[in-house]
Every structure is written in structure tokens, then in C-alpha cells.
């Protein structure tokens, strides 16, 4: 068994197609097809189920898959040990951040980062703080910035908390509430909403801050990416509340202290099981030394 086979079986699984799996890894589609076939002779049993239409994972390669991606993922850090070793800095880094990031210049670090460490390959995701925390645990990304309501502390995982901050409403320029320096949860509660997902971070601060008041509000639009979010606002279809710290990256909108407001704490989350040497060397560009944190 080896570990080209592995990326091999990988590819496939990710892309449904043995054509764009050879795509993927720059080999002839016949010889990617090959060595699937030799694993799967050794390994006495059908990864792929193959027709005319498609490829999906048997049950046998369902269960073969999550190891392979460990295996590889070992391999990948223990070259990245090595080079470390001999004073080199290698391998991958994948970063987690959540839309509303405002506690750190995550395009700023990553250019630095990626001018003094050019040999890393560099991913970012942006997810909502519970998948980013369960990512960061599966090893999937090394380091992430999550944001929790004041109630909830990230799980399984290090964290340091960054940032604390509350929240502001959002409204269009033209909206009744637009020239209010402040108001309350009681007057929003009678607004239609447009918010995070229900069971989402940045969704439970607000729907915790408004049922701890004994208020209920409508939320007619749910969306994932906040700079939509402020679209939507700002084209006068509902008012939001976002933390004060990221809203003066919006545009189009205009922003309201609320007094009774909720608040978010924003935290770097990495794995408990350790830092790659990438991941080490990202903490030290953000000026966060690879010490120990909460669990």
C-alpha cells in the first residue's frame, strides 16, 4: 500500500469522477485508474462502485477512507517535522475564520506570514464558529477565529480569548429607527430580522439576549455571509444586529447602540493535540506564541 494510492483514493471520493481525480493529482487518467485497482486487489475488496454515470464509495471504501486522509495527513506533518528540523518552514496551514471576524487583520497576517513561510501552502475557510471548532478538532484546520456567545467557551479544543465586544443594530439609511442613537431590544423585537441560521453561533447571541428578555422577534431571512446580511438591510428588508467592532466594514447601512445589547467573545481556537510547525509559525505572526491555552 502506498501513500500515492491513498491520495489517489482521496481524490476520487472528493470529486465523484476518476477523470477529475487524474485531473486533480496530474497523472493520466489510466494510471490513476490503475493503481485503485492494484489497492484494491491488495486490499481484497471494491472501493468504487462504477457505472456509466458515476463513482461512490462502497461501504469498504467508506470505512478506508478516513484513515487513508490520516495517513496522508501524517505523512504530510512528518515531512513538515523534518524540514522544521533543519530550520525550514513547510507543509500546509489551514485557517478558520468566522464572516464577522473582526479581532485580528487575517489578510494582513496571512500575506505576512506567507512572505517570511513561502513554501506553505496556505487555505482559509469561512464557516460559522461550530464547524470551524469541529474542524480544528478533526485536524482539518490548524488554527481558527470563532466567535461564542459570553455563555459559551469553545470544547475539545486550545482557545485564547481575543476579543470581547457587543452588539449594534444595523437598519437602512432610510429606515424609521435610522436617526435613533440608541434603542432597545423591546423596540427591535416589533422589526423583522435578518440573521445567522437557527443553532448557530452568531445566531444564539441574539436569540439568547432577546428569550432572557421575555421578547419574541421574527426573523424572515436567514443567511450565512454577513456582508449579504448588510445587503439585505440595507435594501430595507429587515434590520440585524452584528457586533460594533466589524460593522464599520459595512457599507450602505447605518448603525444604532442598543442598550440592553448582547455580547460576543472572539477566540483563537487550534488543536489540543498540538501545533504543526505551520501552525507554531502562523501563532508567532499573529504575536501569540505557541503557549499553553484553555481547554
Request: proline content about 5%; hydrophobic content about 50%.
Amino acid at each position: 500500500m502506498e501513500l500515492q494510492q491513498m491520495r489517489y483514493v482521496v481524490a476520487v471520493a472528493e470529486t465523484n469522477s476518476f477523470t477529475r481525480a487524474a485531473e486533480r493529482c496530474r497523472v493520466v487518467q489510466s494510471a490513476l485508474s490503475h493503481q485503485v485497482a492494484r489497492l484494491e486487489r491488495e486490499l481484497g475488496a471494491r472501493l468504487f462502485e462504477r457505472t456509466s454515470r458515476r463513482v461512490r464509495l462502497t461501504p469498504a471504501g467508506a470505512a478506508f477512507l478516513p484513515v487513508a486522509r490520516q495517513c496522508l495527513d501524517a505523512a504530510e506533518r512528518a515531512a513538515a517535522e523534518v524540514a522544521a528540523a533543519v530550520g525550514e518552514v513547510r507543509g500546509r496551514l489551514a485557517v478558520g475564520v468566522i464572516s464577522t471576524l473582526a479581532a485580528i487583520d487575517i489578510a494582513g497576517a496571512l500575506r505576512t506570514f506567507h512572505r517570511q513561510y513561502p513554501f506553505v501552502r496556505i487555505g482559509l475557510r469561512v464557516a460559522a464558529s461550530e464547524q470551524l471548532i469541529e474542524q480544528v478538532r478533526q485536524g482539518a484546520v490548524e488554527v481558527a477565529v470563532v466567535g461564542l456567545p459570553t455563555t459559551a467557551r469553545p470544547q475539545g479544543v486550545r482557545a485564547r480569548e481575543l476579543a470581547r465586544d457587543r452588539h449594534v443594530a444595523v437598519v437602512a439609511p432610510d429606515h424609521p429607527l435610522a436617526r435613533a442613537t440608541t434603542v432597545d431590544l423591546r423596540r427591535l423585537s416589533a422589526e423583522v430580522f435578518v440573521d445567522f441560521p437557527a443553532g448557530t453561533a452568531g445566531r444564539t447571541e441574539s436569540d439568547q439576549a432577546f428569550a432572557a428578555a421575555g421578547l419574541d422577534r421574527d426573523v424572515a431571512f436567514e443567511v450565512t455571509n454577513a456582508h449579504f446580511l448588510a445587503r439585505l438591510v440595507g435594501q430595507g428588508l429587515g434590520v440585524a444586529m452584528l457586533p460594533s467592532a466589524y460593522v464599520p466594514q459595512l457599507t450602505g447601512v447605518v448603525t444604532i447602540e442598543v442598550a440592553d445589547a448582547p455580547a460576543r467573545v472572539e477566540y483563537l481556537v487550534w488543536n489540543s493535540a498540538g501545533h504543526t510547525p505551520a501552525a507554531a509559525a502562523f501563532l508567532a505572526v499573529l504575536d501569540l506564541p505557541a503557549k499553553p491555552g484553555t481547554e
